[in-house]
């Protein structure tokens, strides 16, 4: 069990001895989105990239390098997708409800990251949330959460 474990989360280790992060994992799909947000205008701030670095790092429970690791991965992974249903399909066979709401809270904490809201950056989390099937009432108090309150 312990070996499907490390598997959900770490590819073999490559030839640096170093750990790589699995491009079809949990980890770096919600990592991804989150990328994915902060791109979205076309401008990637030092707050983005940094708010982006600090929410991996606690969600995960990651050091530094991990975290470096992480969003290297999510950003390879992003340049690489197609579309969203990469990630979100991974999202929805391994989170319950619960934490689907919880990476939609994280997704407007990239938003507001910057202090502006792109119309572009709206949009994805309203298309992530449709298709990790969050309610509308949930996205939306997730949204007002973040404005109000930043994060926990």
């Known amino acids: 069990m312990f070996e ?6 770490f590819d073999a280790q490559d030839n640096s001895g170093r750990n790589t992060f699995a491009s079809d994992g949990l980890q ?11 791109a979205a ?6 707050e983005e990239k940094a708010t982006l670095a600090s929410r991996v790092s606690k969600h995960f429970g ?7 690791e992480l969003v290297d991965a999510a950003r390879q992974a992003d340049n690489e997708a197609v579309d969203l249903y990469r990630f979100t399909s991974t999202l929805n066979r391994e989170l319950d409800y619960d934490a689907r709401v919880e990476l939609i809270a994280n997704l407007w904490e990239m938003v507001y990251a910057d202090g502006i ?34 994060p926990e």
């Open 4 to 9: 499907r474990l490390k598997k959900l989360f």
């Open 28 to 38: 770096v799909a919600e990592a991804a989105l989150m990328f994915h947000v902060i």
């Open 41 to 46: 205008d076309g401008i990637i701030t030092d």
């Open 62 to 68: 990651l050091t530094k390098n991990e975290t470096n």
């Open 117 to 150: 809201v792109h119309e572009l950056e709206d949009n994805i989390v309203w298309r992530v949330a449709e298709l990790l099937d969050v309610s509308s009432r949930d996205r939306m108090e997730m949204k007002q959460r973040m404005r109000k309150d930043g």
